[in-house]
């Protein structure tokens, strides 16, 4: 069998991804949300960013303004859903602009806060 080399990489955080999807279904963690979502984009695994934006949805430990990043980076449609369906009044969306994720949001995550704080 061929051996195929993995740059820039690390060995350990690859082990976490394998070990989501097989065979232990490892449960994500916050420790490793972050780069289990960078992996499992980068190698197209759709379970593994599923379970990834599961956690970050469920999550206490992330403000609304880190999911949204997570959301608008990684393309996680129900993550941005549940985030924009939490806003409740259009003061809830302004403070985003005070968050440290505000500056890192994409023109279309923009264009879909402006176009919730326009339903509010």
């Known amino acids: 069998m061929k051996e195929i080399e993995l740059k820039d990489l ?5 082990i976490e991804l394998l070990l989501v999807i ?7 963690t916050f420790d490793s949300y972050e780069f289990i979502l960078a992996l499992a984009d980068r190698f197209q695994m759709k379970y593994a960013t599923d379970q990834a934006e599961d956690y970050a949805n469920k999550t ?4 609304i303004g880190a999911k ?3 959301a608008d980076q990684y393309r996680l449609e129900l993550l941005k859903t549940h985030c924009m369906n939490s806003f ?8 985003l602009k005070d968050t440290p994720e505000f ?10 806060l402006l176009k919730k704080l326009f339903e509010l």
Do not use: H
């Open 10 to 14: 690390c060995c350990e955080e690859f």
């Open 68 to 70: 949204l990043l997570l």
């Open 60 to 63: 206490k430990k992330l403000e």
């Open 88 to 95: 409740k009044t259009a003061e809830d969306v302004t403070n």
């Open 22 to 28: 097989y065979p232990s279904y490892r449960q994500i």
């Open 103 to 112: 500056i890192q949001f994409s023109d279309a995550m923009n264009s879909s």
